[in-house]
């Protein structure tokens, strides 16, 4: 694993584990648990100077996420009825953004970086 330098690795990662898919069948919530465990996130830079690939892990625990790293990291996220999430993550004086879904033990999304004027987009599978 990479030493994690830049916040959009963990917006990535966080945007991925929290989303719970919308179910097949009308008319029944999602299970906001479906998605619990540790997930591992790799984040790809798009444009911009975030020139550096990152890789690291998530937990999952009733929907939330959480960090599973050693960096001083606040993420926070919501996520709406029809199974996207958006993520922010804050880690010193750099905030990061980040949307995505998960669908089944795979989850996609973009991460945007307006401090470090960079963009990319992460993948994240459950362990």
Same mark, same amino acid.
């Given at each position: ?11 990535? %990662? ?8 919308a179910t097949a069948q009308?008319? #029944?919530?999602?299970? /906001?648990?479906?998605?619990?465990? %540790? ?11 975030? #020139? ?6 998530? /937990? ?9 790293? %050693? ?35 795979? /989850? ?14 992460? %993948?994240?599978?459950?362990?």
């Open positions: 694993m990479r030493t994690l330098r830049h916040v959009p690795a963990v917006a990535a %990662i966080c945007m991925a584990f929290a989303v719970p898919p009308s008319g #029944s919530a999602p299970d /906001a648990t479906m998605h619990d465990g %540790i997930w591992r996130v790799a984040t790809e830079p798009v444009t911009g100077p975030c #020139s550096k690939r990152m890789e690291f892990k998530l /937990a999952v625990e009733d929907g939330q996420i959480s960090y599973a790293g %050693i960096w001083p990291v606040d993420a926070s996220g919501t996520v709406n009825p029809v199974g996207l999430i958006t993520i922010r993550l804050v880690r010193g004086e750099e905030t990061v953004s980040a949307k995505g879904l998960v669908r089944g033990d795979t /989850a996609s999304g973009d991460w945007v970086s307006p401090a470090k004027n960079c963009t990319g987009s992460w %993948i994240a599978r459950r362990a």
